[in-house]
């Protein structure tokens, strides 16, 4: 009964992400998600008491993801600003790759449905992405006139009006290719005097990833 019950809790989760992914979350029901998970609203009840619970759960294991990603880029040993690139790339592939991934990242950005916990969202991005611009900035990568805090919060808002649009353009199809884009233009403008070689560089490896 327990194995049974952890399927059904996951078909929950994943056709709640599905509703939310195309009618967002203030203008899915309860019977919308329980038809897409092919239940009754008393099963979907039995789970979850309420559809904010759904976005609840959801949003936690975005941040269990972001945990793992942040493990794995430390495991790859990369330069600081292999990481920083390569960490933009990655969440672009869990957008595009895990549908509770993507349906947490548009809950999030409708923040006035829920308040301060899911604005939280992209509080927890900015420390880790200000240790990574600190970091770049040290090993000499990054020009020391940048304010580390200032571009990590410039980086996180960059992305999530990317992935706004690219949700609404492409159903987010073409978002690793929005993020490559976002670093032609950044990157000559924050690297360090003697690194501009980087700037394409980097910009040619995302591009053969993406292909």
Known sequence: MQARAKITRQNIIESSSAVFLRKG???STISDIADEANITKGAMYFHFK?????ARAIIEIQVEANETLHATLEA???????????MSHEMSRLIQDNIV???ATR?????GVFGDPIAQTYDAW???VTHLVKATIDDGYVSTTVEPEVLAEFLVTTFTGIQTVSLVQSNYGDLRERIDDMWRIV?????????????????????ALTA
């Open 50 to 54: 309420s559809k904010e619970l759904i």
């Open 76 to 86: 790859k040993q990369l330069t600081s600003f292999e990481a920083m690139i390569e």
């Open 107 to 111: 809950l999030a950005v409708e923040v």
């Open 126 to 128: 900015n420390d880790p």
């Open 187 to 207: 990157l000559p403008g924050i690297l360090a005097p003697g690194n501009e070689d980087l700037a394409a560089k980097t910009c040619d490896r995302a591009a």
């Open 25 to 27: 979350f203030a203008a």
């Open 101 to 103: 991934y993507a349906a």
